[in-house]
């Protein structure tokens, strides 16, 4: 029994552990189908797709999926409601096409479905758009006049935008949706239009529409009121005249003696008692009898400027980096009917020297008799023919101060005053030339001289005021004559821009030669002739009149900006000597000069110079023609070193250029020119 017992029991604990086995292998099985089915994930969609898109900057979308089951993917994608259909490439990349949709808002849509069914959505809005442009800006002078009826207004007003060329401006009286009236504007944006003759009161409209890509308006609004005219006198030198009235009703009363009384008094400038309000002279003109004599030696030491006797000012050369702290010097010898002058040619006023950088102290003599004698060959008040001509270039007078005074031509044979006032443009690749403040620059070795003008010797800014603030304005004033600012080498003074008339008036002097038919002054003095009677001066651009140092007259020259008509005023300064010139000097003949022709017929590019005339400009004259002078050998120079020594300058004169106008300097092109010529009424 016991064997059988223990039988039954280890056949039981066997069936047990069978059916123990089998549920184990069944439960693993039905939890492996369970994991197997959970780890299939829905599709994963992703993108970046901007916000904002400039039109034409982007063609295409990419959109990138990832499923574990790429191939069995159904993809729905609209865009803007439209159906899309596109397969994602080898990567799982969607490419979505925008190129040829337009400019604004637009909507994309994807649903992306896997093999069990399992869903994944993408909805992105993004916008298409022009660049950005400023929008229409329109501004009137004013939206509301008041006016007379019958009279007439303007409207004054500015068009701004970017791109003036796509404006559209237009007015209308009535309905302000129809802008059938153009309205023409300037290359500025500048309009100016108005009614006539307005008898009601009116409204106008008007309409600016502009866009590169995208058109915006802008709109102004103007009312006319209009009140009825005042009666009354409107002459305002009339007895009843009338502030209010806008409308003269002929009803003006005038005085039986309108002429005023005469106001008696000393009209004479130059004397202790000159009364500016006088009209009449009564005689009663009183002179300081200790004034020196003209021609004394104490006259010479008042009209002369920086010599020993007086406190030279230290001035600053603007081109330059640093403060120069330049004097002007001069000293003078009376002797045996003429004075001598020997002066370091530096002026007394702060200047620039421009491309010809730096001007340096000079040692100069210049000899001129006291009592200038008229050139018996020469009428200038005819023409110049029989006179001594001033030399082309190089010293033709010399300053109060004894700064050396050029004529108008530079080095490459143009007027440099007229190419200063803009009047022409020197062609590519001509050496440059740059006058500065008053005129006159640096050339060859340092020599600081001017072409015109020359007045700011005697002008004085206000405090806080440099060089920059002079202008021409300052010394044409008609209240005063204007003072000696040199002396020509016949010994004849030339004044500023003032002078007296035959009544004693003062008016500006004016020169007589105009540009020929066609002519700029580019070709120097050869594009000037002379009209006899067109301006105050004669061929020579003097005068016979009184001065207040001759006031029993006498011949003199004077400065010139402009010509009888308005022109430009060469010479300038002189154009030929009156006087007869000391023993010894040649100015103007420069067919007897062997050493002439620098910069033409010799010099650097040229040929070798003639002998005895070294390797620059003959006496002191400046061609203009550059900062470094190469002195020619005895022999013809070797052309390779010619070669090798220009390709040196250009570099020391590129590093000097940029070390002389660096930021602590004014650049050139920046500089205020308040001298340049605007005619003065007299």
């Not at 829905?42 to 898109?53: K, T």
């Not at 004529?407 to 001509?430: I, W």
């Not at 400009?617 to 002078?629: F, T, V």
Request: glycine share 12%.
């Amino acid at each position: 029994m016991r064997d059988s017992k223990d039988e039954n029991d280890g056949a039981a604990r066997s069936l047990f552990l069978a059916a123990l086995m089998i549920g184990s292998v069944m439960v693993g099985g039905l939890f492996y189908d369970f994991e197997s089915e959970g780890i299939n994930l829905a599709p994963i969609i992703e993108s970046e797709i901007p916000n904002d898109i400039l039109v034409g900057s982007l063609d295409t979308l990419e959109i990138s999926l990832d499923d574990e089951d790429m191939s069995s993917l159904n993809i729905e994608m609209t865009l803007n409601g439209d159906s899309v259909n596109v397969q994602p490439n080898a990567t799982g990349v969607l490419i979505v096409d925008i190129s040829q949709i337009g400019v604004g808002n637009h909507a994309l849509k994807i649903i992306v479905t896997d093999s069990l069914g399992q869903e994944s959505r993408l909805s992105s809005s993004f916008n298409i758009h022009y660049p950005y442009e400023d929008p229409t800006v329109m501004i009137v002078d004013n939206n509301e006049i008041v006016l007379v009826r019958g009279d007439s207004a303007t409207i004054n007003g500015t068009l701004i935008h970017p791109d003036l060329g796509t404006c559209d401006l237009g007015w209308s009286d009535s309905d302000v949706n129809e802008f059938s009236l153009n309205l023409p504007f300037s290359d500025q944006g500048d309009f100016s239009w108005g009614p006539s003759e307005i008898e009601s009161n009116m409204t106008i409209s008007i309409l600016a529409t502009c866009g590169t890509w995208e058109d915006s308006s802008d709109l102004e609004v103007v009312y006319f009121n209009v009140t009825e005219p005042v009666e009354g006198c409107t002459d305002s030198e009339a007895n009843n005249y009338n502030v209010n009235a806008t409308k003269d009703d002929g009803s003006c009363e005038y005085d039986e003696n309108p002429e005023p009384e005469p106001i008696t008094g000393c009209t004479n400038e130059s004397a202790n008692n000159y009364d500016e309000t006088a009209t009449e002279d009564d005689g009663s003109c009183e002179y300081d009898t200790n004034s020196p004599e003209t021609g004394s030696l104490a006259w010479w030491s008042e009209t002369l400027i920086c010599d020993e006797d007086q406190i030279a000012p230290s001035v600053d050369d603007y081109t330059t980096d640093e403060a120069d702290n330049h004097e002007c010097h001069l000293s003078f010898v009376i002797d045996d009917g003429n004075i001598t002058i020997s002066t370091n040619g530096l002026p007394n006023h702060d200047f620039e020297s421009t491309l010809g950088c730096c001007a340096s102290a000079q040692s100069d003599t210049y000899t001129i008799p006291l009592t200038p004698v008229d050139d018996s060959d020469c009428n200038p008040s005819v023409s110049s023919d029989g006179c001594v001509m001033a030399p082309i270039r190089g010293t033709i007078a010399f300053a109060v101060t004894g700064v050396a005074i050029y004529g108008p031509e530079d080095g490459p044979g143009g007027d440099a005053v007229a190419l200063e006032e803009g009047a022409y443009e020197q062609e590519e690749g001509e050496q440059q030339v740059d006058l500065g403040v008053c005129h006159g620059h640096s050339g060859p070795g340092g020599v600081y001289h001017y072409h015109a003008d020359a007045n700011c010797i005697h002008w004085h800014g206000e405090e806080g005021e440099t060089m920059y603030d002079y202008n021409l304005d300052s010394q044409r004033t008609l209240s005063t004559h204007s003072r000696i600012v040199g002396f020509a080498l016949d010994g004849y003074s030339i004044y500023g821009y003032t002078g007296w008339n035959d009544e004693g008036e003062v008016v500006e002097m004016t020169s007589s030669y105009q540009l020929k038919d066609g002519a700029d002054g580019s070709g120097g003095i050869n594009d000037y002739e002379y009209i006899q009677g067109l301006g105050t001066l004669d061929a020579c651009n003097g005068i016979f009149s009184e001065t207040p140092d001759w006031p029993e007259g006498i011949y003199h020259y004077h400065t010139t900006m402009f010509n009888g008509d308005g022109g430009i005023g060469f010479p300038y300064f002189i154009n030929c000597y009156a006087g007869e010139l000391p023993s010894g000097d040649d100015s103007g003949d420069d067919d007897e000069d062997p050493c002439a022709g620098h910069g033409e017929t010799w010099g650097p590019g040229i040929g070798p110079p003639p002998d005895g005339c070294g390797g620059g400009p003959p006496g002191g004259q400046s061609s203009e023609a550059g900062l470094i002078a190469i002195p020619w050998s005895s022999n013809p120079p070797n052309i390779g070193l010619i070669i090798i020594s220009v390709l040196m300058m250009a570099v020391i004169y590129r590093y000097s250029r940029e070390s002389a106008f660096g930021s602590s300097a004014l650049n050139q092109a920046d500089k205020v020119r308040e001298y340049h010529l605007t005619p003065k009424l007299a």
